[in-house]
């Protein structure tokens, strides 16, 4: 990765030949997934895509970041097969947390795989032709930009780049990070200390492990490299930003108070409030995926053990979906927030499901490159007397060990800086060196490609599972009085519902319909089908035109209704779901 120079991107036209018909191709537009994007060539990428495919791709700013950076969102479908609106929506946002930015590389690879891929094969075809993508790459840019071109360590900056007082002193941002010795990254600092509590290892000295009760030390670890900026005393203690995006949504917030970073109210912040109202604003997003990282996990709610269990439907809805994800994710887990990780209070994910109605996933992106600690870890001790916490730190030991084989022998020397004395103003003689910022979290540019590839296949996988409902079978029957009975059957082919069993609960959206068109057409009666054989029926309120589907149609199932229709002629039958699309069928009376 170097320096982490950006790429230009290259425009390779490309004669159309007939592709398809709709002749939407002008251009064809080539993206490289071998390094991490800035805020300035993301957007020229985006426009690129827009410009090559003006027939399937339209980019718009929905807002502005806290400092003038436009929050970019590219809309994606055939409008040909239909208005966005009437499709199922699938949203897909990454890079909240500044410092996890190959979501954004996630999220562009699949508009650009979608769009380059529309007419030459079957799913990409299928999706955009049945299907809209609202897709934001980066929520952060302020912070993006920040990490990639400024000296950052693997976890920071973070936050948003609002200015935050965290050491309340009453001055924000005072005291970050500096990187002392010039290799563009925020690495640690240590002394030689007789008194430290810190060691060298004795299989390699760059490696810091603590000391046994009773040995004596030979360091004192000092933490990122810095000075004391405002004089206090202290160090690195008021960095850039400092508050959690994802912990600003308005489902289940918590004040700080409760949860630190949370802020002063849900939507606070200029980058969250956006997202906020352009998911509300497209009301038939059924699916959304938000990217994070680190650790290899396909993530669900709950987020919090307040929020109680997910409706058994919807629970088995996440689980076939993640499952397979797993599969296409080789050492990813499906993993529930609160249960197996750890409690967030008002993230995204919990607000777009439990708020807005759309199965939402979170990936956290990659495994640790390094791999697992074998081979230096030893065989787990045995025996009651060996605590958890020793097993701990030898296997915490282990992976610092396989961390430096990787560095040395994978990117051989790239991602490291070796210790170097230099002479800190407040402690004197000191040593930096260690991790650089894109060492750790992030994959390195040989690997990204195939994280982004990966991600977007499960993306897709999970978009293309979005409820697809069809007219599947209709019987007419001629009554007296100028009356006809007309059976409907609904089918399901996929494993999501029109609506899910939260939003049914909490009434968070209106339900689908089923509605009359035609001259004169009325609905008198209704009533869903509950045994065709016996002819019993379940009775539906009607609404002169039409009805109101109160469970919406199930997943890898049926609904059958019963209407008796006045009318003559030809009628339009419509299926109408907030978030499972717009159906019409015709259909004679005669």
Known sequence: MGKNKLTLITIGFASCLGLFSLGLRAAEVNLSFDHFYDHAEMTRALQALEKAYPGLAKVESIGKSFQGRDLWAIIITNPKTGPADRKPGYYIDGNIHGNEIQGGEVALYAAWYLLKNYGKTQLATRLLDEHVFYIIPTMNPDSRDYY??????????????????????????????????????????????????????????????RVSPGEKGEYTLLGDEGIDNDGDGMIN????????????????????????????YPFCWPETKA???????????????????YGGMILSGPGAVNMGQFPAGDKQVYEYVAKRGEKILPGYKYTIIYKDMYTVYGGSLDFFYAALGAFTFSNELDVDPSGPPLPYMEERPSGREVQDETYRELAAEARMLNEMF?????????????????????YGDVEIGGAKKFSRRVPPSFRLAETCHRNAAFVLYHADQLSRVEF??????????????????????????TITSMALQKQLHRVDRIQVKGPGAKILAAGYLMDRFRNLTRKIKTQDDFIWLDNGVPGYGKLEVRLIVKGEGKINLVFDSLKGGYKVKLVSLE
């Not at 500096?178 to 008194?195: A, F, H, V, Y």
């Not at 203690?237 to 002063?264: C, K, L, S, T």
């Open 148 to 209: 990639i071109h400024k000296p950052a360590d693997p976890n920071s900056p973070r936050s948003g780049l609002v200015p935050y007082d965290n050491d309340r002193d009453g001055t924000a941002d005072e005291d970050g990070p500096e990187d002392l010795d010039g290799d563009g990254s925020i690495t640690q600092m240590r002394k030689k200390d007789p008194n430290g509590m810190f060691k060298a290892h004795p299989k390699d000295p760059r490696v810091m492990v």
């Open 237 to 264: 203690e008021d960095p850039p930003g400092g508050y959690d995006m994802n912990r600003n949504f308005g489902y289940n917030w918590q004040p700080n108070y409760v949860q630190a970073g949370a802020g002063d």
């Open 275 to 293: 997202v906020r109202d352009f998911f509300m604003a497209h009301p038939n997003i059924a699916g959304a995926q938000t990217f994070h990282n």
């Open 406 to 426: 990787y560095h040395d022998n994978v990117l051989m020397g790239e991602q490291y800086s070796d210790w170097k004395p230099y002479k800190h103003p407040l």
């Open 472 to 497: 599947d079978q209709i019987k007419v029957t001629k009554l007296n009085g100028g009356l006809c009975q007309v059976d409907v059957t609904l089918a399901n082919s996929r494993v999501s519902p």
